[in-house]
């Protein structure tokens, strides 16, 4: 009895005295809503204390200035003008300049559908947009799209652009692990290299494994102000390409809309070949490269080279047998990566020529006529291809970037469009400002007979030469008095006649049923807010 007595007050001693610990146990502001779900807590947490908290960034990521740029992009195929891609997601990074701008890459911006800025430990995102861009040096400007929201950058420190890495200069590269952890790494500058437009990059290395995955657009910083940004990352030797700091400035300088990457429109070639050399009138043991072609709308050729030069110098430093020349920041490189880096466009280059043995120098205005004003010009990227869909029937202009989709499609160019490459200089004698061709045909009863053509350059319309997209639209609307459209290609069989009426007929039809927009031509918008501005 007095054990059973002894359990039974245990038992109720227990029960008192976890009642009174659990009603000391007070809901703080912290786990009273223990409950709700991690993002909710995020929005809830509204006290000054904890709001300052989730904004605040550690000490090495302040003096970054990191910021996310998050791009949503969709591209026009050259080859079906009127379908675009399905569209993608690319993220990189940037670094803050101050003013409520961000350098970044210029990667996937030019075809950009949607912008956005996040902060590094993603607690706020909003909408950007994208003040100018370079797809030569993959160099972008971004800043937020609207005005109330340039407090994201309360606690984002601003840098200054630096003086230009050198080989064997040190900077420190900022990163994130996992989008959390800030990291800086000490890099130094090995040697150059070259991106893919021809612009001079700097590699760098570390003595230390780099972070994994990392992005482009990460900055480089020495005494605290941004002297490269990241181009590219090779996780197998553990290199950087980076944009140095002067072709950051550059950039920076130039008007939207253009390029400050000069193009002379020069083809060069290696004098490895002493014989070669020998029918040059040139010294066995000399450098220099050889002119062997020149685009006819280039500085260079308006400025007097000739094909069969050898450029023997740039800017008085003398170019050596193996094709490079001195540059004062990435010392011996290629000869066209010391002309489009040199100096931006605007500005002027003198070259030392040889021309049959006798030495000239040659004063070279910097521009990018070569590519603006060539009938096979380089639309901007971003731009809708433009084109003309009469009746099945696909007319479009042979831009640079056109044959570039067809060729890495096909594998080769037809010859046709092979032999208007190899005669643009006697296109602009003739007042063609660009070739036109009939890329594809689709089967209609106004097509029938014509099914196998495509690929063929345009050369007259009713007897009229036609010179631009624009002027064939015109010719085509251009009512004849049998109603009778006759066409004239580049091959066999040479002349094509079409039923205007039967055209517009199974033009109508192509536009209720599988293309909405049947042209796209140089002042023309289209729906949806793309715009064929610039695309001339």
Not at 340 to 362: D, F, Q, V, W
């Amino acid at each position: 009895m007095n054990i059973t007595l002894t359990c039974r007050y245990l038992v109720v001693g227990f029960f008192l005295l976890g009642v009174g610990m659990l009603g000391s146990c007070k809901p703080t502001p912290r786990t009273a809503h223990s409950h709700r779900p991690e993002a909710e807590q995020m929005q809830g947490d509204t006290t000054a204390p904890q709001a300052e908290d989730a904004h605040a960034m550690p000490s090495k990521q302040q003096n970054a200035g990191l910021l996310h740029v998050y791009v949503t992009h969709r591209a026009y195929t050259p080859l079906r003008p009127w379908e675009m891609e399905a569209g993608r997601f690319a993220k990189t990074s940037g670094v803050y300049l101050g003013n409520g701008q961000v350098l970044t890459i210029a990667d996937k911006l030019p075809t950009a559908t949607y912008v956005e800025l996040r902060l590094p430990d993603e607690s706020r995102a909003v909408p950007a947009r994208v003040v100018k861009v370079d797809p030569d040096l993959n160099l972008a400007l971004v800043t937020v799209q609207h005005e109330e929201d340039r407090d994201i950058f309360a606690h984002v420190p601003a840098h200054d652009v630096g003086v230009p890495l050198k080989v064997g200069d040190v900077a420190q590269l900022h990163s994130l692990i996992n989008d959390v952890v800030p990291v800086q790494v000490d890099v130094q500058a090995e040697s150059a290299n070259t991106s893919e437009a021809m612009i001079p990059l700097m590699t760098m290395r570390s003595r230390s494994p780099l972070p994994q995955m990392l992005e482009p657009g990460l900055p480089l910083l020495r005494n605290g102000r941004v002297v490269g940004l990241v181009h590219n990352f090779k996780a197998n030797n553990q290199s950087l390409n980076i944009i140095n700091a002067e072709m950051i400035r550059r950039f920076l300088l130039q008007e939207a809309g253009d390029s400050a990457v000069p193009v002379m429109g020069v083809s060069m070639t290696l004098l490895n070949d002493p014989v070669f050399r020998k029918y040059l009138k040139l010294d066995r043991e000399g450098g220099g490269v050889y002119v062997s072609e020149l685009l006819p709308a280039g500085s260079a050729a308006a400025a007097g080279m000739q094909k069969g030069d050898v450029i023997v110098s740039v800017e008085n430093k003398p170019v050596s047998a193996s094709g490079t020349c001195d540059h004062p920041i990435y010392g011996q490189i290629d000869v066209p990566m010391v002309i489009r880096s040199l100096k931006p466009c605007g500005e002027s280059i003198t070259l030392g020529l040889i021309r049959n043995g006798e030495p000239l120098n040659l004063n070279v205005p910097l521009n990018r006529n070569a590519l603006e004003k060539s009938p096979l010009r380089r639309e901007k990227q971003g731009t809708p291809p433009r084109y003309v869909m009469w009746g099945g029937m696909l007319f479009q202009p042979l831009t640079q970037n056109y044959l570039d989709a067809l060729e890495q499609r096909a594998g080769s160019l037809p010859i046709s469009f092979v032999r208007i490459k190899q005669t643009l200089p006697e296109l602009l004698q003739q007042g063609r400002s660009e070739p036109v061709a009939l890329t594809l045909i689709i089967p209609t009863p106004a097509t029938l007979g014509y099914d196998a053509l495509g690929f063929c350059v345009v050369e007259k319309v009713n007897g009229q030469p036609v010179i631009s997209l624009e002027q064939l639209a015109e010719l085509l609307d251009t009512p004849t008095p049998d109603g009778t459209v006759e066409l004239t290609i580049d091959r066999p069989p040479y002349k094509i006649y079409m039923d205007h009426s039967l055209v517009e007929a199974c033009s109508d039809m192509l536009r209720r049923q599988a293309i909405p927009v049947l042209r796209r031509l140089r002042d023309e918008s289209e729906s949806g807010g793309t715009s064929a501005e610039g695309s001339h």
